[in-house]
């Protein structure tokens, strides 16, 4: 029985991924253009000492080496705004139903992640992989509750929104190969997939009132990926006005609330996160139509210094 719900809740998780234009369009790389690296970057701003290992010779007309250049370029975009963020390696592996990142970690504590595509579909990369990436700055845990994991996965279709857009103007100039220059319009492409009008609120509509109508179904069903994309299309005009907001999220998922309320789940992670990076947590809580808690006084002097995990 366990079997059967489990194979129900990973087709459900698959069915949510897109699989409109914004998968199928993609970029197909000419071949004498891989394995010459750009001269002007080698390594993407913002990856620091991050690890990323694909494995496996397994992923059609794509080679390892430059899945990970795509990958690292995906992973910097987001890693500008984790300064002092250390993590793991990632090891990339190749899945078959749907893009996952384990629970279980490798022998020596590396972060195991499985991406689904075949061949050299370097946006649908690219999409899943700072999907999956934003989970781990998340601290994405078997213990959150249910009921609140549809926020963790919108917010992390935000990070695949946000990185794509990101690097769509970082390829114009400065891609992984200098040939792959004119594929930044490849990726703005599929980033302005994913933020059709369908994947934003109804006109006059407030991400309050859309959370009391959906509020329910995404507590049921944490990968409803149509409305992960309204509710990360919504918040994501906070954190391209303020990229340093992202560093948020490392607090997220960092302690246990008094109850499973969305409420209660918030107010968590704002009070876990330091003063000085306490704003755009606040921000998201207002745009709920939810309180934001009170601090105590020994609690906002604790937070001062702002550290990052």
């Known amino acids: 029985m366990k079997r059967i719900i489990f194979l129900i809740l990973v087709l459900s998780y698959v069915a949510a991924f897109p699989g409109s234009a914004a998968v199928i369009r993609e970029v197909r790389v000419d071949p004498q253009a891989t394995s010459r690296p750009s001269t002007a970057t080698t390594r993407p701003a913002g990856t620091g000492k991050l690890s990323i290992r694909v494995m496996g010779n397994n992923w059609g007309s794509a080679s390892s080496v430059d899945i ?11 890693l500008k705004s984790f300064p002092d963020r250390r993590l793991n390696p990632i090891i990339i592996q190749r899945g078959r139903m749907a893009p996952i990142t384990l629970y279980r970690r490798g022998p020596k504590g590396e972060y195991l992640m499985k991406l689904t595509p075949d061949g050299q579909y370097w946006c649908q990369f690219a999409y899943q992989f700072s999907h999956e990436f934003c989970h781990i700055l998340a601290n994405y845990s078997h213990k959150t509750p249910r009921a609140n994991k549809w926020f963790e996965e919108s917010l992390c279709e935000m990070a695949s929104i946000y990185a794509l857009k990101r690097m769509a103007v970082a390829w114009k100039t400065h891609p992984p190969y200098e040939r792959w220059k004119d594929y930044s319009k490849d990726i703005e492409a599929y980033a302005d ?4 009008a369908e994947d934003k609120l109804p006109k006059g509509k407030t991400l309050a009132s859309w959370y009391k109508e959906n509020s329910a179904a995404l507590r049921r069903t944490p990968w409803l990926r149509a409305k992960n994309r309204i509710a990360a299309n919504s918040m994501l005009t906070l954190f391209e006005s303020n990229p340093s907001g992202w560093a ?5 998922n960092s302690g246990k609330g008094e109850s499973d309320s969305f409420q209660d789940y918030l107010s968590n992670w704002y009070r876990k996160t330091p003063a000085g990076r306490r704003k755009i947590v606040g921000d998201i809580i207002k745009m709920f139509g939810l309180r934001i808690p009170a601090i105590r006084a020994d609690k906002q002097a604790s937070g001062r210094d702002g550290s990052s995990r």
């Open 248 to 252: 948020a999220v490392s607090y997220l």
């Open 68 to 78: 990970r250049k795509v990958l690292e370029s995906a992973a910097g975009e987001l």
């Open 193 to 196: 997939d994913l933020q059709k």
